[in-house]
């Protein structure tokens, strides 16, 4: 038996930082009106030509470096992406050509928005534990500020660009919860509710890339809802209570539902790893952002258990708990 262990971590923030004074300046808003309904103090927007996959490739360099690897150990690439740098072909094989792994290691795009890390991790979780690769790099990046509408002051303040890596390493499933590793993954979907929060255009629909909408208080609503569900369903899952963990690490969306989520559950707010002062909402990217930061300020620490969740457009949402 073979589990998934998180062997390395890594994030890369655009230099363009962004405050809300400064989107004040062309936008109908102001700093104290961002706080008070997000929690957001500023977020990078990337430069001009700076793509998704070159955010990638930083984030997935300083999770190799944390791992203490090279790009040649890498026999998977799974990357979580709303904002892809073509249509095709997917992003990750850019990312596989800049990191300079081996030629023929498999690599490709995931697409469940701000889910997407957790299904992305869920893949290639499972990847390993069929034998299918030994060594995998899973990221989430995204150029959300190239989605936005910056006359909708409702959403062109909540999102930024960034992104965040993790290596996977094969390692003997002996053992239980105390083991290190990846004990479960909980994915989901609701298609029904798809008007929520989506882009108003693509390919196949209007051949533009479309705007970021949004119907606010029914995406709370539901956020707060389905994660504190997944988290409930992780935790039984594994014979576990709230009281077990020691850290959350949420998709970074609106501290709002992050509070919310976790009064829900009656979990002491201290315990929810909390990042989107610092980069906003990054979608598929916010989790391993979220992780990578906590890492480096001292927060999470090797041992710790985590419960991981997020909830994206579609509606699409999941968890995973994980000894780190």
């Not at 892809?84 to 992003?91: G, R």
């Not at 500020?145 to 499933?173: H, I, M, P």
């Not at 629909?205 to 909408?213: A, D, E, I, L, P």
Request: net charge negative; aromatic share 6%; proline share 3%.
């Amino acid at each position: 038996m073979v589990r998934s262990v998180i062997a390395g971590c890594g994030a890369y923030l655009p230099a363009n930082r962004v405050t809300n004074d400064d989107l004040a300046q062309r936008v109908d808003t102001s700093d104290a009106w961002i706080r008070e309904r997000s929690g957001i103090v500023a977020r990078h927007f990337a430069a001009e030509g700076e793509l998704t996959s070159d955010l990638a490739a930083q984030a997935a360099r300083a999770a190799l470096a944390d791992a203490g690897l090279e790009a040649d150990a890498v026999d998977l690439i799974v990357l979580a992406t709303a904002t892809p740098d073509k249509t095709f072909p997917a992003t990750a094989v850019r990312v596989q050509t800049l990191l300079g792994c081996r030629p023929g290691v498999p690599a490709f795009d995931v697409q469940a928005v701000c889910s997407g890390f957790l299904y992305a991790l869920g893949v290639a979780d499972s990847m390993v534990k069929v034998g299918l690769a030994r060594t995998a790099l899973v990221i989430g990046a995204e150029t959300f500020s190239r989605l936005l509408d910056f006359n909708d002051r409702t959403t062109c303040v909540l999102f930024g660009d960034g992104a965040g890596a993790v290596v996977l390493q094969a390692s003997d499933a002996s053992g239980g919860l105390e083991q290190r590793g990846i004990h479960s993954v909980h994915l989901h979907a609701d298609g029904r509710y798809q008007d929520l929060l989506y882009v108003d255009g693509g390919p196949s629909s209007t051949q533009t890339t479309g705007f970021v909408r949004m119907h606010g208080k029914e995406v709370f609503r539901h956020a707060v809802t389905n994660l504190s569900g997944v988290v409930t369903e992780a935790l039984e899952a594994n014979g576990l209570s709230a009281a077990d963990l020691d850290w959350i690490v949420p998709h970074q969306a609106n501290q709002r539902i992050l509070d919310g989520t976790a009064r829900k559950l009656e979990i002491d707010p201290a315990r929810v790893i909390s990042t989107i002062a610092l980069h906003a909402n990054t979608s598929a990217a916010s989790v391993p952002l979220a992780m990578s930061v906590a890492r480096a300020d001292g927060r999470l620490k090797a041992g710790d258990l985590v419960l991981l969740e997020a909830l994206g457009g579609g509606f699409t949402w999941g968890a995973a708990l994980v000894r780190l």
